[in-house]
């Protein structure tokens, strides 16, 4: 049975930082792509940044590129995002998501996932 859990979310002031965690179980990074998505209040859900299960390869949204980090260990088939100099934009509920052969791009722009986590919440606020 796949399942995905994030946690690491939180309330944190400006130009702070958070790093989410998401535990897959079920399967493994080795044969699918993650990514985490962010659904603000009021707004469609969007990909943030994504990680693809051959190589490594990442993806990263425009708008936090040099900001947020996205990395995985297979050993513990957990995926990170690590985020630095968080904006107010930045808050929502982060999901990730498990998907079988995809691009990280691919992943991200679409939106393309075969499995979610239940999200967590982040807010950035003084």
């Known amino acids: 049975q796949l399942q995905l859990v994030e946690s690491g979310g939180g309330l944190v002031q400006p130009g702070g930082s958070l790093r989410l965690s998401c535990a897959v179980s079920?399967?493994?990074?080795?044969?699918?792509?993650v990514g985490w998505f962010r659904q603000a209040p009021g707004k469609e859900r969007e990909g943030i940044s994504c990680?693809?299960?051959?190589?490594?390869?990442?993806y990263y949204a425009d708008s936090v590129k040099g900001r947020f980090t996205i990395s995985r260990d297979i050993a513990k088939n957990t995926v990170y995002l690590q985020m630095n100099d968080l904006k107010p934009d930045d808050a929502g509920i982060y999901y990730c998501?498990?998907?079988?052969?995809?691009?990280?791009?691919?992943?991200?722009?679409?939106?393309?996932?075969?499995?979610w986590g239940q999200g967590t919440q982040v807010s950035v606020s003084s």
């Open positions: 998501a498990a998907a079988g052969p995809a691009t990280p791009q691919a992943m991200c722009m679409l939106t393309i996932g075969d499995y």
């Open positions: 990680i693809s299960s051959s190589d490594g390869s990442t």
């Open positions: 079920g399967v493994t990074l080795d044969y699918h792509g």
